[in-house]
């Protein structure tokens, strides 16, 4: 696995071909696709042949080894987005 970034509780990696379950799954979930593009699942084809493969990366609980995507394309529109599993938010702020 090539790290990109650690942190304490975190590592951030670009997405392999192992991630596509983790992707469907949150690009499936109407609570997250809402603020991304109206509540819409994202078809596991798009997800297999352009979301793993456009510069994007994941971040990985170290402790659990649980999946936080972390999508960064700096290239296209010169920010950061991200999108995490609806399960997780509760823990995203308290980390704050």
């Known amino acids: ?25 949150l690009e499936s979930d109407p609570e997250v696709m809402r603020f991304i593009d109206g509540g819409g699942p994202t078809p596991r084809e798009v997800i297999e042949r352009d979301l793993l493969a456009d510069g994007r990366w994941a971040a990985v609980d170290k402790a659990t080894g649980e999946f936080w995507p972390e999508y960064i394309d700096g290239a296209e529109h010169g920010d950061v987005e991200y999108e995490l599993l609806s399960a997780n938010w509760a823990a995203s702020i308290q980390a704050r």
């Open 1 to 25: 696995m090539r790290v990109f970034l650690e942190t304490e509780r975190l590592i951030l990696r670009p997405f392999t071909e192992h991630d596509a379950d983790n992707l469907f799954e």
